[in-house]
């Protein structure tokens, strides 16, 4: 049986980021073109030691586990926005595989304190914004949530109308009154 994880090379996550960045491998978590699968395949081979001819584009638990760890040890580069899109991908994998609940446990204490923590904590951020936006979204565009929109603009409508019909009113009584008063 092969080992698992890369051991006796504590930066060859770190290197395969800086290859994949170089040779220019996309790292977009949502590519609709290639799925970045290059990346997440080499990503795979690359933690195998040594390396397998055929390897699955997804990753499992115990891999998720093994390269979370490796995560930890990867030094903030000079040049960060690539290295960061792909550290997001790695995360984004690792979350999906591990689950909601025990990804948010194991990664956030495998990361914490690290640049890669850092990026998670961001990633985490986003999620909830995003989450708030869609939640808000869809409150506002429920059917029930419209129809009593539209009710209380209506009654909010009348109420100006008859706040103004009565103001006309007075004016007319208070003519009247002016009228009748001129009279005597």
Request: contains cysteine; aromatic residues 4%; hydrophobic residues 35%.
């Amino acid at each position: 049986m092969t080992p698992l994880s890369n051991s006796d090379d504590e930066r060859w996550l770190e290197r395969y980021i800086e290859e994949a960045v170089a040779n220019k491998l996309c790292t977009s978590i949502s590519c609709t073109t290639c799925g970045a699968m290059d990346f997440r395949k080499g990503l795979l081979r690359a933690l195998s030691h040594p390396p397998a001819h055929r390897t699955s584009s997804r990753m499992d638990a115990i891999q998720a586990r093994a390269i979370a760890s490796a995560l930890a040890g990867v030094h903030v580069p000079r040049e960060t926005q690539r290295y960061e899109e792909a550290i997001r991908l790695i995360l984004f994998d690792i979350w999906s595989t591990l689950g909601e609940a025990n990804a948010d446990a194991e990664l956030s204490r495998a990361l914490d304190g690290t640049w890669a923590g850092s990026i998670l904590e961001d990633m985490k951020t986003h999620h909830q914004a995003e989450e708030e936006r869609r939640r808000e979204y869809g409150r506002k565009n429920d059917p029930a949530f419209i129809e009593k929109a539209r009710e209380d603009k209506r009654r909010a409508k009348q109420e100006k109308h008859l706040a103004r019909l009565a103001a006309k009113s007075e004016r007319d009584r208070l003519r009247r009154e002016n009228k009748l008063g001129d009279e005597a």
